[in-house]
């Protein structure tokens, strides 16, 4: 099996101080993104500037990573990001190397990466960005279960501060929440991407109501990756329960193809990760077979992109932006790209929680380990959630 080579953080100061003095112009003009934080919340942190800090945002779209870098921006601060290490493209990647960015493998162990933040979270001046979803759900303003890692590593570098004299071992959690809004009216945007999907999938729709038109899209999305899968499904039958023997279909597929073990004891997302790499060891080590892994890749893509959906999303509250993640969704299925484009201008607002002492929950952890960091995940996330509610 081949390494992938792991990509440490090249941060320089000074370029990453010059990059934060425009890059609230780049958001702007080029992502159409502009940041809202309280002066409450920014005088909460600056209480904390000189202890190390571990910030623990949501992650609903491709777009947090930049609103996390303007964040640093807004309150002085340089940050380390943990970033995913199919991110790392050319210019992008070498440029988020050197404001701080560094690459982790997802659903491998993957020591290098694991070493490093252990290194940067016994820095003095640790400023740390883990968004402890693990992926995005592309959902504003729901989040999915975190991941326990982060305060794990975290717990793990008080442990050897410990172990250091005259060295201090304080260290903080700040949940974060990120929640986008539109500004002005949406209608025209709504229709037109319903109109282009509904071109792209030859449906004709004289129903002015957009909800109806979103759900007929989404039928015929849904009825068509069930015939590509050869999966038997009634069209009549519940929409969540056709969701979700849909994903077992697809990641037991993908294990199937590779002739590897149902990790059913993981999470959809986790299980998915684990495809991924061995995916992306085999096409490094067998170029030739690539074409024949292409279709296992695409499915991957779509078990990510449809995680964390389920029926009523939208309905239970039909703002534009829950109109828009869905229809981003399915515009990455249809069009199979990355990124959609933007719908228009949107506020970031943010809201950080009350700032956690992590070695309070340190001591609990050495009777059990387990518990604590499973306790504390939790309530972080409720924080998360509670904010963006």
Known sequence: MSETKFLPPKRNALFTRLVQSIFYLVMYFAYQIKLEVSDRDIGILKEIDDKR?????????????????????????????????EAFNGFIGRLMQLVGAYSIRRGVGDRSSIIQTLKILQQPQCKLVIFPEGGCSYQNDTVMPFRTGGIELAFKAISKLKNQT???????????????????????????ALRELEAALSLQSTDKNFYQRLRQVS????????????????????????????????????????NIDSATQLPNRERVYKIQSILADLSQSEPESAINLRHIKLTTVRLLNFDAI???????????????????????????????????????????????????????????AQKTIKDLTEAIQQKVQANLS
């Open 166 to 192: 005259n060295t201090s071992s304080d260290l903080y959690f700040v949940p974060v929440s990120i929640k986008y809004f539109y500004h002005g009216k949406t209608n025209l945007q709504i229709d037109k």
């Open 219 to 258: 039928e015929k999305v849904l009825t068509d990756l069930e015939t590509e899968y050869q999966i038997e499904s009634k069209v009549k039958s519940d929409w969540n329960q056709r969701i979700a023997k849909l994903k077992q279909h697809l990641l037991n597929y993908c294990e199937d193809k590779l």
């Open 310 to 368: 389920y029926d009523g999303y939208v309905a239970d509250e039909p703002t534009s932006e829950r109109f828009f993640a869905t229809l981003d969704r399915l515009e990455r299925e249809v069009f199979k790209i990355d990124r959609p484009k933007s719908r228009g201008l949107r506020k970031a607002r943010i809201k950080v929680g009350m700032p956690i002492n992590a070695e309070q929950y340190w001591q609990n952890s050495k009777c059990d």
């Open 53 to 85: 800090v571990v910030y623990l945002p949501n992650h609903s779209n491709l777009d947090d990573g930049l609103v996390m870098f303007l964040f640093s921006a807004r309150l002085g601060q340089l940050f380390h990001y943990i970033v995913a290490y």
